[in-house]
């Protein structure tokens, strides 16, 4: 089967690419710029499309394509600079991403698999974890061009043979890592001690690998077509026990100590971190028994494998130095 994988050089891009490319699958990818080729296999097959949006030309690209999966996406930012952010993102998420399925269905592309997120459900649960029949509460500029995206892949659905499948994934975390989840190894491996022993939450994570490995079972499975997954470790875990488990696979000592939730949300206000801090002690689950039931899927990796191949990549990344 031939799979084109856009935005094949980032950071969930660089190891599907790697997985199909050893699979029996013909792999092409798109990226941005030639200088990011180093980190996609040798003989990968790669179009550079540098800017993705209403009017950027797939033709050529899609030509022979069986499946795509369309990762190339304007990605969440913690600190907005932009006049017009919902703009910026529907130019990419949305209109890009209805560009390239219009292109895909004139050239006979049979499926896209569209990276979407978790943010479309909400930003947080409460007793509930997140499921594919929630009605969606996109909460900012970010989850809403993605959502408008999965809308609009699934009118073209009904209007031409193109199938869909839609993954939302909630925080991927592996080599690679950036944002937050980085920020949070880096902080438990300089040994600073952290508020957040009274943290009583709990969040739905997702490993680079397993992620991958759902994909991968959307690529041919006759039962994905024309439906959304929500994809998960299957294992969630509170901001404390993701410390220890952090700690423990740095070979670091978790210098947890007790503070009031409250009060921390109260400094994050002060310092306009609110968000990052809600990140912390907010509660975002996901059930992904749609996708274990209907396609057979469990996740290969073990939250604890994922860890502490996370904690490695780190150990030996010259990204750590400081």
Request: avoid cysteine; charged fraction near 20%.
């Given at each position: 089967m031939n799979v084109l994988i856009t935005g094949a050089n980032g950071f969930i891009g660089r190891h599907l690419s790697k997985i199909l490319f050893e699979s029996e699958h013909v792999v092409k990818g798109t990226v941005r710029s030639r200088e990011n080729l180093v980190f996609l296999p040798e003989k990968m097959d790669v179009s550079v499309v540098d800017n993705i949006g209403p009017e950027t030309d797939w033709r050529d690209v899609?030509?022979?394509i069986d499946v795509i999966v369309h990762l190339a996406a304007r990605v969440h930012i913690m600190y907005e600079t932009s006049d017009s952010p919902l703009q910026q993102f529907s130019n990419v998420n949305t209109a890009g991403t209805q560009r390239l399925a219009l292109q895909a269905a004139d050239a006979g592309v049979r499926r896209i698999i569209y990276l979407s997120t978790i943010k479309v459900n909400g930003e947080k649960t409460g007793d509930k974890p997140f499921t594919e029949n929630d009605k969606p509460a996109p909460g900012d500029p970010y989850s809403i061009s993605k959502w408008e995206a999965e809308q609009s892949l699934s009118r073209l659905a009904q209007k031409s043979g193109l199938e869909f499948v839609i993954?939302?994934?909630?925080?991927?975390?592996?080599?690679?890592?950036?944002g937050n989840f980085y920020n949070l190894i880096r902080l438990i491996n300089k040994g600073l001690p952290l508020p957040l022993a009274s943290i009583e939450n709990k969040r739905s994570l997702i490993y680079l690998g397993n992620l991958a490995d759902a994909v991968m079972k959307c690529i041919d499975h006759p039962y994905?077509?024309?439906k959304t997954f929500l994809v998960s470790d299957g294992e969630d875990l509170s901001t404390p026990d993701l410390i220890r488990k952090l700690s423990a696979a740095l070979g670091k000592p978790n210098r947890l100590f007790p503070f009031p939730p409250a009060l921390l949300r109260i400094g994050g206000t002060i310092v306009k971190r609110l968000n990052t801090v809600q990140r912390l002690t907010d509660s975002l689950t996901i059930d992904s028994a749609k996708i274990v039931n209907e396609l057979g899927w469990?996740?290969?990796?073990?939250?604890?494998?994922?860890?502490?191949?996370?904690?490695?990549?780190?150990?030996?990344?010259r990204l750590n130095l400081e």
């Open positions: 899609v030509k022979g993954v939302r994934p909630p925080l991927v975390y592996g080599a690679g890592v950036k994905a077509a024309n469990t996740p290969p990796f073990t939250v604890n494998q994922g860890l502490k191949e996370t904690a490695e990549w780190f150990k030996n990344s």
